[in-house]
């Protein structure tokens, strides 16, 4: 059973612009919320990352909004340039030294 | 900046036959997990350790997939016997917590190849 659900499965912006990434989860357990970047033949990097206990976060041109009584969280990259054209996951888990659960991807292409 | 190894990076094998992945985390980290990728989906958790335990293998197929880290430092995940459907990413991540901060840092990952 798929715990996260993250949409779109891919996504075109021209650089320069928004890029807008949404993922929903079930499991109320969850406590941690991981974005992860991936880059062909790459393992995932870690982004940026979120507790519920705030409603957003954000580092350089990355930005998470967390909406806890929707169980939705998205990643906002502000704007996006072709070099963050890359596979993009979010991920949850109940606590540390936990198991991450993946949401199934989205393959960014941020246009020249 | 210290990463995690994994090695090979890229293995083809014939179906039946038996695989080796090795990895080697970021020292000090406690916690190790291996997780398989199939392409075009997200990672999905084979085995965790916490030191030289298992602390989850419920998604691991044990009739053909075993994993040790027998001094809690590096790890090897086998595959005997190797099928069709086992190709695939193999990653490996370590993390160490510190109060409520675990980040799970991913090696480059064994792109496995069963024909």
């Known amino acids: 059973q798929q715990q996260v659900k993250q949409s779109p499965q891919s996504l075109i912006v021209q650089k320069g612009g928004i890029s807008i990434i949404n993922c929903a989860y079930e499991?109320?357990?969850?406590?941690?919320f991981p974005w992860y970047q991936q880059f062909p033949g790459k393992g995932p990097a870690l982004l940026i990352a979120i507790r519920p206990d705030v409603s957003e976060k954000k580092e350089g041109r990355f930005t998470i909004s967390f909406n806890k009584s929707a169980k939705q969280f998205s990643l906002h990259i502000m704007d996006s340039q072709p070099g963050d054209s890359a596979t993009y996951f979010c991920?949850?888990?109940?606590?540390?030294?936990?198991?991450?659960?993946f949401g199934s991807g989205t393959q960014l292409t941020v246009l020249p | 900046e210290a990463e995690v190894a994994q090695s090979p990076r890229y293995k083809i094998t014939e179906k039946s036959q038996a695989v080796a992945f090795w990895c080697d985390p970021i020292?000090?980290?406690?916690?190790l997990y291996w997780y398989r990728q199939i392409l075009g989906q997200g990672p999905e958790l084979l085995v965790q350790?916490?030191?030289?335990?298992?602390?989850?293998d419920s998604q691991l197929p044990k009739d053909r997939f075993s994993a040790e880290r027998l001094k809690g430092v590096d790890s090897t995940l086998k595959i005997q016997p190797a099928e069709l459907g086992d190709s695939a990413m193999y990653l490996c991540?370590?993390?160490?917590?510190?109060?409520?901060?675990?980040?799970?840092?991913f090696g480059p990952g064994t792109r496995l190849t069963v024909l």
């Open positions: 020292s000090g980290h406690a916690t």
């Open positions: 350790f916490q030191d030289e335990s298992v602390v989850d």
């Open positions: 499991n109320t357990a969850f406590d941690y």
């Open positions: 991540a370590s993390s160490l917590v510190t109060g409520r901060t675990d980040t799970q840092y």
């Open positions: 991920a949850a888990n109940p606590g540390s030294a936990r198991q991450l659960t």
